[in-house]
């Protein structure tokens, strides 16, 4: 078995395309390679700014032979079919095939093919060039007079196999046994004979060939310079990568700016530094407040120890810093509020109108819910018309990943309510699965106000995610609902939220007056808003001046996107309870339910379900309630008809059945009681007494008696297990 080892070595290949390059290199050439029949060993891909590496163990001689036959047409087919089986079989004539006989389908035509393997270096040198032909940089360049096309202009091509080099050529560089060093350091081209000496030799001539060899040797020097000067760094893997893919030989060392910019916001001087100059930012160890030194990664091992670096550095990094200062210093002489103002010029979406009209639906939105979460909601809706004002802002606009904190420091500088400070900062959140969620109250309700009306806006305009495509980040943001109803334990009924909101949406879209829509919406009633009463306003002067006469069609339109977006929630919550370890069946089994709307008490039904079916009792009672439903499905639909509805007491002659009976009507009722105060284990133990009474049931009572009201009134009986069972959940779609 030999080793393959190839270099494609290159001018700079930007860091944040390295780790991929390496990766599709890998998987590409084994991937080639397999497909011809050589499997070869473990397989290791390395990048640096200036090369891909690959090395490959236990690489084969050459592929094994491969021996197979192919059946033809019969005997006397049809001169094209044969003609094609010729060409598919790669044989020169008919007589080449032999003659088989078959009892029921007659003779016809065996072609015995016997393929030779092929060499591994015939094999390699097909296989790279082409990979290297059709390689899937996201962008590629051509350069001379070829059409091949790469990341940057390809220099050398390094290939042995076994010490021996392989013969091919990719854009008319021929592979050799030669490569390079570093671009200052590294010397004239040298050879190298497997990977051990193409390592040993690349760290000689100052290259570091593994990406965490480099990113190990960064961090470490850094937090080195950091103690010698009394400070901490302030760690960052995404920048350590870059730098470790900006540098075969890194060469960390400290820069130090002016303390007159430490007066502006630690964050932005913060990603000034990392965006503009890759560099690391340090804070002091006892207070954490941001200090007025940097680290910087060179790949250059300067001969004055890097002191003009440095210098060439602090003199960037002032003018880099002056720019954020001076956005600072802009965008405070402008309040809120006139910012605010300029985002009826800013387009959210063209068929959802500005950031402005967004910021009205999302205070409206969140002084729905404020009570919800606790909040006061004159706080959440003047937070909620303030949270995208930073959009406007200079900083912002250079800067787009500090929105949300920089809306908090303007709120702060103009002394407004720190809890809409906060707000306006936070509900952005979570960001992603490691992002902590909003707490405090206004926050929450504002968070959620932004997030549900992105969802309900997307709805309503039809932009709903497919497959695996979601543009605009709408599964992310109901994630992002559930898991701040959650982990606040927060009690917020969706469905007539998502409705009136949806209806708003529409009007929104259809151009009417948003003023008037709001009124005519929101000062209904609480008991008509809040009841099904509310669908039968078809004569509400008001409602009707505000929605026109086709309202009734609206609010039909505005039902759908709220019984979809509940779907969706259900599908995005079985996601997460899934990754707690919870069973998807019983997300099911509590969703199927009417009225399912509180995601917080969803996720109680369902632990507390699965708590009780891990139990011997919830386990027989489960059984048999399957068993009372089949015997219902079996018989409703051979005799076309429904048995729900209590059945008779003086029809109820046998001891168990009028035991079963009484257990019914107590456990109705027990259960009911307890989910009325959320307490799911108590219900889950009053429906456990139904246990016994099924068991004991089943075992004295033939339900299909001869008796036809007898049997009906069975029937009806096991309808009635169905019905007290479905206060907790459907067990018909319990797994088990």
């Not at 390699?124 to 007079?145: L, T």
């Not at 040797?217 to 302030?234: H, K, N, S, Y």
């Not at 079916?613 to 027989?620: I, K």
């Not at 033939?702 to 009806?716: F, G, H, S």
């Amino acid at each position: 078995m030999a080793q393959l080892l190839l270099e494609l070595f290159s001018e700079e290949i930007p860091a944040r395309l390295q780790q991929r390059a390496a990766d599709d290199l890998k998987r590409l050439v084994v991937e080639g390679l397999g497909a011809h029949g050589l499997t070869c060993g473990a397989a290791q891909a390395f990048a640096t700014p200036r090369r891909l590496s690959l090395v490959i163990e236990d690489v084969p001689e050459a592929s094994p032979a491969i021996s197979e036959e192919r059946k033809g047409p019969r005997v006397g087919a049809p001169d094209k079919a044969i003609q094609g089986f010729l060409k598919a079989a790669g044989l020169d004539s008919i007589e080449a095939a032999e003659i088989v006989s078959d009892e029921k389908k007659g003779d016809y035509y065996l072609a015995k093919i016997d393929k030779p393997g092929r060499s591994a270096v015939d094999l390699i040198s097909e296989v790279v060039p082409a990979v290297a032909g059709r390689f899937p940089w996201p962008k590629s360049m051509r350069w001379g007079s070829g059409d091949f096309q790469w990341i940057r202009p390809l220099q050398s091509v390094l290939c042995l196999l076994d010490g021996k080099v392989v013969g091919f050529e990719i854009a008319g560089i021929a592979a050799g046994d030669t490569t390079r060093g570093h671009r200052f350091h590294g010397g004239n081209a040298f050879a190298v004979s497997d990977f051990a000496d193409y390592g040993k030799k690349l760290k000689q001539k100052k290259v570091l060939l593994p990406t965490s060899e480099r990113a190990a040797m960064i961090a470490e020097d850094a937090r080195a310079l950091a103690t010698d000067a009394g400070l901490e760094l302030v760690e960052d893997d995404a920048l350590l990568n870059e730098n470790a893919g900006l540098c075969e030989w890194p060469v960390v060392l400290m820069g130090t700016f002016d303390e007159e910019f430490l007066e502006v916001p630690a964050e932005c001087l913060m990603t000034s530094m990392k965006t503009h100059q890759k560099c690391f930012s340090l804070r002091d160890v006892e207070t954490s407040k941001l200090a007025n030194r940097f680290v910087l990664v060179s790949n250059l091992i300067a001969k004055d120890g890097g002191s003009a670096i440095i210098a060439g550095n602090e003199k960037v990094m002032r003018a880099r810093l002056s720019d954020a200062k001076f956005f600072w210093e802009q965008d405070k002489k402008h309040p809120l509020e006139d910012m605010r103002l300029e985002l009826k010029a800013i387009t959210f979406h063209e068929k959802l109108g500005t950031q402005w009209d967004r910021t009205e639906r999302i205070a409206e939105f969140a002084d729905q819910i404020a009570g919800a979460a606790d909040a006061e909601p004159e706080l959440a809706r003047r937070a909620a018309q303030l949270c995208k004002a930073d959009l406007v802002s200079g900083m912002v606009g250079e800067f787009p990943e500090l929105q949300g904190l920089m809306g908090r420091y303007y709120a702060e500088a103009e002394h407004i309510d720190s809890k809409i400070a906060s707000a306006i900062e936070e509900h952005y959140k979570p960001k992603g699965a490691g992002d902590s969620v909003p707490s405090a109250p206004v926050s929450v309700a504002v968070a959620l106000a932004d997030k549900l009306d992105t969802l309900v806006g997307f709805w309503a305009i039809d932009e709903k995610p497919t497959g695996s495509g979601d543009p605009y980040q709408l599964r992310r943001a109901a994630l992002g609902v559930i898991r701040i109803v959650l982990e606040n334990d927060l009690r917020l009924g969706l469905f007539k939220r998502l409705r009136d909101h949806a209806m708003l949406m529409g009007e929104q879209i259809a151009g009417s007056e948003s003023d008037a829509v709001l009124k005519a919406l929101y000062d209904l009633p609480p008991e008509l808003r809040e009841t099904e009463l509310f669908e039968m306003q078809v004569e509400n002067q008001l409602f009707k001046s505000a929605f026109g006469s086709g309202w009734t069609e609206k609010f039909a339109r505005s039902v759908q996107i709220a019984d979809d977006l509940l779907d969706f929630f259900a599908d995005r919550l079985k996601v997460y309870l899934r990754d707690q370890g919870q069973r998807y069946d019983l997300i099911d089994a509590v969703f199927a339910l009417p009225g399912q709307d509180d995601l917080a008490l969803i996720v109680k039904r369902v632990e507390a379900l699965s708590t009780f079916l891990e139990t011997d009792d919830g386990a027989n009672l489960l059984a048999g309630v399957k068993r009372a439903n089949n015997i219902l499905a079996i018989e409703e639909k051979k005799d076309k008809a429904s048995y729900s509805g209590e059945p008779k007491g003086r029809l109820l002659v046998e001891p168990a059945e009028r035991e079963l009976a009484a257990a019914i009507a107590k456990v109705k009722f027990d259960t009911q009681a307890a989910i009325n105060v959320e307490n799911f284990e108590g219900a889950m133990r009053a429906l456990a007494e139904l246990r016994a009474p099924v068991d004991h049931f089943f075992d004295k009572v033939i339900v299909n008696a001869e008796d036809a009201a007898l049997r009906e009134n069975r029937l009806k009986l096991l309808s009635e297990i169905r019905a007290a069972t479905l206060t907790v959940a459907d067990f018909s779609r319990i797994a088990g």
